[in-house]
């Protein structure tokens, strides 16, 4: 849906964020007004003095109106003060509400939205995007409303004083207003192709960065630089369209103020000199501030305006993806406490693209305590067993049961507490060794942390790095290397003490001696509790008390090591001789 710069389904919706807030949205529009009042009476002030006091030579008036005149300033002062301090306190506000509402949703989708959502429009929506709708309350609504009060009261003030000069006035406002207007629904489609190349653009650079590796290794550096030569140069022509229609607009709406200000000059000078005592020299003094005060704010509502479209697009962006509820996952209502740890897969069918199925029709049972291995192909199925065990996506047909119960009447925290999983591309905060043991879970202690690392044999290692549990990883982790990520990871999902241990491809990217230590590390963690591993090197499960052999979405044969090894023509044997031909 595009974006309108008056959507007033839209405007609806955003203005429901104020409700938290009616006293501040209350304040704020009652400091427009008295801001609109002051404001107006400078000019008329002004006349009074000069008409009233200075031509008269009352010297004693002047003084006490002088007094009266400064009060009025210092009002006028304290209600800017107010009106723009609570509109963007209330705009920061109402950005802080919908970026939590956003954020809150995005961790409730399936895995499913992330696998095609690009990460960079993510982050443009939960950041820039929320921002520019600040923007609305900050530099759009109010400063519009305000503006529109502090012309309407000038124009009753104008006429009041006289009728005659406010006529060549009003007649000069609808052109003024016709230009805005015509300036605004081009800048609208101007700003929405900024916001979709911003989006591009922080697209690319996020997905170069993280890549920057794989951009190096195969010489690519020459053929992405172009790639972003030709984005940012699309960016950079968007913004530039912008530019041109400010650069057009503001010189005309110049010329229309001045030449509506020199035909008041030169009607009042003619009304002046031919002694029409309807025209004084204090309303063509007050006359001349009232222009100013009427032109720029409708000058200046054209750029209100464009910050109000920019925030409506961001808001209606943003919105796009807090609408987005055939994505959420679906929630049980049963607390998972501890699990037995049995595991039942029945004539379980999945697909990630429609009518492209990747389980067909798979039947799996794990008995509490058991150890099982799962190997095969790539792309047999095998880590989507495992997604599908945490709910991260949802079967097609069939169901899945823990302890006899279907997963789904789990409640997805309690189901994933439950269950640990150490990957083999392991993601590291950029944050303590300890932090991203515990993921700041404040109820496992640093001593709980060092008797495990202790248990498993990974202390003396953690220990070797500057500052031990303190030492800083940085950014996914880049300060160890993938066999110590990997130990870091195994720990994680160690203290957590989980009902079920996964496995997947753990030990399939590690140097000996880290391999050795999460093999003693695996023997110690699994004892007691239901595990799962996958594994393309099968010398790490030959132990499993079954092996699951999976191609093309389907199980193919089961058994222990010794059983499938006894299989003339078996997947699993031929698998096995050629991995061990290979390591000879």
Known sequence: MKAKAFDIRLFKRILKYTKPYTFRFRGVIIFAVLLSLFAALRPLFLQITVDSFIKPGNKSGLLNYAVIMGISLLMEGLSQFYFVLWANWLGQDIVKDIRIKLCQHLLSFRMKYFDTAPVGLLVTRSVSDIEQIARIFSQGLFMIMSDLMKMFVCLLVMTYMNWRLTIIVVVAMPILVYITRLFQRRMQVAFEEVRTQVSNLNTFVQERVTGMKIVQLFNREAIEYEKFKEINQKHNNAWIKTILYNSIFFPIADIISSITLGAIILYGCFQIINGNPFTTVGDMLSYTMFIGMLFNPLRQIADKFNEMQMGMIAANRVFDILDTEEEVQQNGTIV?????????????????????????????????????????????????????????????????????????????????????????????????????????????????????????????????????????????????????????????????????????????????????????????????????????????????????????????????????????????????????????
Do not use: C, W
């Open 336 to 584: 998972a406490h501890r699990f037995e740890g049995n595991i039942l897969f029945d004539a379980v069918r999945f697909s990630y693209i429609k009518n492209e199925e990747v389980l067909k029709g798979i039947s799996l049972e794990v008995k509490a305590g058991q150890t099982i291995a799962i190997v095969g192909a790539t792309g047999a199925g095998k880590s989507t067993i495992i997604n599908l065990l945490n709910r991260f996506y949802e079967i097609n047909s069939g169901a899945i049961y823990i302890d006899d119960l279907n997963i789904e009447v789990f409640t997805l925290d309690s189901l994933r507490t439950q269950i640990a999983i150490v990957l083999q591309d392991v993601f590291l905060f950029a944050d303590t060794i300890h932090n991203n043991i515990t993921l700041n879970n404040s109820t496992i202690t640093r001593q709980e942390v060092i008797a495990a690392a202790e248990k498993i044999g990974v202390h003396d290692f953690i220990m070797s790095l500057p500052n031990g549990y303190d030492y800083d990883v940085k950014e996914r982790g880049v300060m160890l290397s993938s066999g110590q990520r990997q130990l870091i990871a195994f720990l994680r999902a160690y203290v957590s003490n989980p009902s079920i241990l996964i496995l997947d491809e753990a030990t399939s990217s590690i140097d000996t001696y880290s391999e050795e230590l999460i093999q003693r590390a695996t023997e110690t963690i699994t004892q007691g509790r239901t595990s799962i591993v996958i594994a393309h090197r099968l010398a790490t499960i030959v132990n499993a008390d079954k092996i699951i052999v999976m191609d093309q979405g389907q199980i193919v044969e089961a058994g222990s090591h010794q059983e499938l090894l006894y299989k003339e023509d078996g997947y699993y044997k031929k698998l096995y001789d050629s991995q061990f031909s290979m390591e000879l």
